[in-house]
């Protein structure tokens, strides 16, 4: 296909974690003239990895600094004088649980509800909006795009409350996405807290001890199946039309605890349901006990390890670890021809990540164990 002729993308929120990999995955595969990256993190400041950072060096890559909260920086971020942009990808979003509603309000609401309104008004061919499966009912039974719903948190409020918004614009062809854990590299909030905590208890030298049991579920996608996914929905589906991604492995708690515990050698347990359920009385206060004790060991490692600064953190939100399942079924996007490539999370692509911010000097190498055993 002549340049020309390839689409023209924005990627809103493209230095987070899905955004750099979709700007990278469209780059490589030559699949775009140009990608117009917004974000209020510049690149430089980004935690990006080596192979990252020569993608957003592409000359079809543009970044444009934006808070898109506020109309008139949103309004500027659509605008191109070499011409309008064929898809949008919805990517800017808070993601940190724990924030109160004027901050989601501001960062997931307001800023879907601009983006929208400049898309609509630019004449833009498709508006692809990323929300979370975590806006479904937590069941064990697998969640469908037509399950019922009932966010968790109260950003998935949020979210869900986004995706209304868009359906009240009319004219807009938008299209939602509903994954479950997104994992792999560039990852900080899905997976690698439990890949840190794991590294934790390699340094306390004791055994790891879970909330709740083995069979909680926590579906999971890889990051590259999502970039595949959100490029696949460019012209996939009616307006309005909602694809949950998900991959085959019908990932539970057990599963990524034996994996962490195999990757760090370390054992792991359970509290069980009756002490969880205790323990879940005063939630906060277990939280912060159990953050607390994981914090101190991982600054103790980065300091011997000569880690000053690194975005990396084994907390984790008491919002993410009640006894909710994140059951989904992600099979209807099958039906329009898409496969996941990467069917099963695995010890090796779990490796991969911390391999990665090992690399950028913000994980400590000394707790890389797989490298002692060689």
């Not at 006990?289 to 880690?307: F, M, Q, V, Y």
Request: with cysteine.
């Amino acid at each position: 296909m002549a340049e020309s002729a390839k689409p023209r993308v924005l990627i809103l929120g493209g230095v987070g974690f899905v955004g750099r990999n979709l700007t990278s995955y469209l780059v490589k595969n030559e699949l775009v003239s140009k990608v117009r990256v917004v974000d209020k993190v510049p690149p430089a400041t980004g935690w990006l990895n080596e192979d990252h950072k020569a993608v957003f060096k592409s000359p079809i890559v543009e970044f444009k600094s934006a808070n898109l909260a506020n109309q008139a920086s949103c309004s500027k971020v659509f605008h191109d004088d070499s011409g309008a942009y064929d898809v949008v990808f919805n990517l800017a979003t808070e993601t940190k649980c724990g924030q109160t509603d004027e901050v989601y309000k501001e960062r997931v609401l307001d800023v879907t509800v601009n983006c929208a309104t400049e898309a609509l008004a630019h004449g833009v061919k498709r508006f692809i909006q990323m929300s979370c499966a975590r806006v479904y009912d937590c069941d064990k039974e697998e969640s469908t795009e037509n399950s019922p719903l009932n966010p968790w948190t109260q950003v998935d409020k949020f979210r869900l409350k986004s995706e209304e918004a868009l359906a009240q614009t009319e004219g807009l062809n938008y299209i939602v996405v509903r994954p479950a854990i997104i994992y792999g590299i560039g990852d900080k909030q899905g997976l690698t807290p439990r890949l840190i905590i794991g590294a934790v208890y390699r340094e306390l030298n004791e055994k790891m001890k879970l909330l709740w049991t083995a069979d909680l579920k926590m579906n999971t996608v890889h990051i590259t199946d999502v970039c595949r996914a959100l490029w696949h929905l460019r012209n996939v589906g009616g307006r309005g039309e909602i694809f949950n991604l998900c991959d085959k492995g019908h990932t539970t708690q057990g599963v990524i605890s034996t994996m962490v515990s195999e990757l760090f050698q370390i054992e792991h347990d359970y509290f069980g349901t009756i002490l969880s359920n205790l323990a879940r009385v005063n939630m906060t206060s277990a939280v912060e006990e159990s953050n607390e004790k994981h914090l101190a060991p991982w600054s103790t490692a980065c300091a011997r390890d000569g880690i000053e600064n690194t975005p990396l953190s084994p907390y984790i939100d008491k919002e993410l670890l009640y006894n909710k399942h994140l059951s989904v079924n992600g099979r209807k996007i099958e039906m329009t021809g898409f496969h996941y490539d990467v069917p099963e999370v695995n010890v090796k692509l779990l490796k991969e990540i911390v391999e990665d911010y090992v690399a950028m000097g913000i994980f400590p190498p000394s707790l890389e164990t797989w490298k002692m055993l060689v």
